[in-house]
């Protein structure tokens, strides 16, 4: 059974580009979440998606936005970036009720 | 809003001994979840142990276990007979349940010496 898979794993962008990462959630799980960790801090919450609709969200820009296709799988779309940008985005998938189980990450930085 | 304070930044521990990580957190909640995740090198956040707050004893699993104190709003983790697999970032997180957001800590990084 795979677990949460993201893609890619790391990239590099130009400031006011724009990029798109990938998750796949561990079978079974039909809720995605999107976290920024940014360079020795803890993870920061993007936002969460449930039946292809964004559940809940945090302190982020419009920059940022996302999907959720009925497979599950989701992407986090990011507009217009700027350097601080640059951080490991985390992404974690879970059932109702149950533990969030986290990808290995994809590591971008903007140039 | 809730908040996850981890105190000790650093930390190091010669191999096979006991050490003890810090954690206090602020909520107005009656009922939530505390966790304890682990991030090595690799990247990979993996969960080490789980507490729920209506439980009253506090969790264990294998050499890991908490202390919960849910007054003081404390939740330390006891990493014991620490190998050096062990050495990694440490990270406390809150979540109110029920699916909801995860808050994190700022994470505590633990050497273990050989």
């Known amino acids: 059974d795979a677990g949460v898979t993201q893609s890619p794993t790391h990239l590099i962008k130009t400031r006011g580009q724009q990029v798109t990462l990938r998750c796949s959630p561990k079978s079974g799980h039909d809720t995605v979440s999107w976290y920024q960790q940014a360079l020795g801090q803890g993870p920061q919450f993007i936002f969460q998606?449930?039946?292809?609709?964004?559940?809940q969200r945090g302190n982020f820009p419009d920059r940022f936005s996302g999907h959720q296709f009925p497979n599950y799988s989701s992407e986090l779309n990011v507009n217009a970036l700027l350097l601080g940008d640059s951080a490991l985005y985390l992404c974690?998938?879970?059932?109702?009720?149950?533990?969030?189980?986290f990808g290995p990450g994809t590591r971008l930085t903007v140039t | 809003a809730q908040t996850v304070t981890q105190s000790q930044p650093e930390m190091s521990v010669q191999e096979a001994e006991t050490v003890t990580l810090s954690c206090t957190y602020d909520t107005s909640e009656n009922n939530y979840y505390l966790f304890w995740y682990k991030q090595p090198p690799s990247r990979q956040m993996i969960l080490v142990i789980r507490?729920?707050?209506?439980?009253?004893q506090n969790a264990t699993e294998n050499r890991f276990s908490v202390n919960f104190q849910k007054a003081a709003k404390s939740f330390s983790l006891k990493i014991s007979d620490s190998q050096l697999g062990d050495t990694a970032m440490y990270f406390c997180a809150f979540t109110r349940g029920g699916n909801e957001k995860l808050t994190f800590g700022t994470g505590t990084r633990l050497t273990i010496i050989p």
């Open positions: 507490q729920e707050a209506y439980k009253q």
């Open positions: 974690a998938s879970s059932s109702i009720g149950f533990e969030q189980y």
């Open positions: 998606y449930y039946e292809e609709e964004e559940r």
